[in-house]
């Protein structure tokens, strides 16, 4: 098997949780939403998800070619990953910036939403960071191909994010309402994010000592 069970039974979960966290698509999304209706923001969403498999796509490129002519790399990367979650969960922590504010953006056709929404997420130097942070953790040259492994775990938290996406684009008016008003609720994302990335990165340095 290409990507083990377990190695499924962490990584869903997680990416689940992660794409639950409010960020700059997800803003976006939601924006889009309010400004332009439901057809608007299910089209940003599937913007987000194409910019997204784009950038998986080439993070899984270079790592496939990295990995094959220099095999410490992928343990190099993941170290460096670790890392980059801790000083995630600390960022989470010390953000007490209060309400989600929805994206500002200009009334829309479903069309330009979906095209602003591959550009937002394209130009986000964010998300390659964390793609390649987050989805090598879980990638095992013995088991097969770099590439095809990066893939499929790169198509699972897209998934993942799209459906989350959809829901806030689809539902922004009250939604939108709902998280713009609740700065409570925002600290209460703020801190689970947090708490996700920091245990995720203990795990994985643990699991790299055993």
């Not at 922004?172 to 008003?181: H, M, V």
């Amino acid at each position: 098997m290409l990507i083990p069970a377990e190695t499924l039974l962490i990584f869903i979960p997680t990416a689940l949780a992660l794409n639950m966290t409010p960020g700059n698509d997800m803003l976006f999304c939601l924006g889009q939403g309010i400004k332009s209706g439901p057809r608007a923001g299910l089209a940003a969403s599937f913007g987000i998800a194409t910019g997204a498999m784009i950038h998986t796509l080439l993070a899984g490129l270079g790592l496939a070619a990295l990995v094959s002519t220099h095999p410490v790399a992928l343990e190099v990367l993941r170290w460096a990953g670790i890392a980059y979650l801790v000083w995630l969960a600390f960022q989470s922590f010390r953000d007490r910036s209060g309400v989600l504010k929805p994206t500002k953006t200009a009334p829309a056709s479903a069309m330009k939403a979906w095209q602003d929404g591959i550009i937002v997420n394209l130009l986000n130097p964010k998300i390659i960071v964390f793609v390649l942070a987050f989805i090598p953790q879980f990638v095992d040259p013995a088991r097969g191909s770099v590439l095809a492994q990066f893939l499929i775990l790169g198509a699972l938290l897209n998934i993942g994010g799209t459906i989350i996406n959809c829901l806030v684009g689809g539902f922004a008016g009250k939604l939108g309402q709902f998280l713009s008003r609740s700065a409570r609720l925002a600290r209460a994302f703020q801190v689970f994010t947090g708490c996700v990335f920091l245990a995720l990165a203990a795990r994985l340095a643990f699991d790299k000592r055993a």
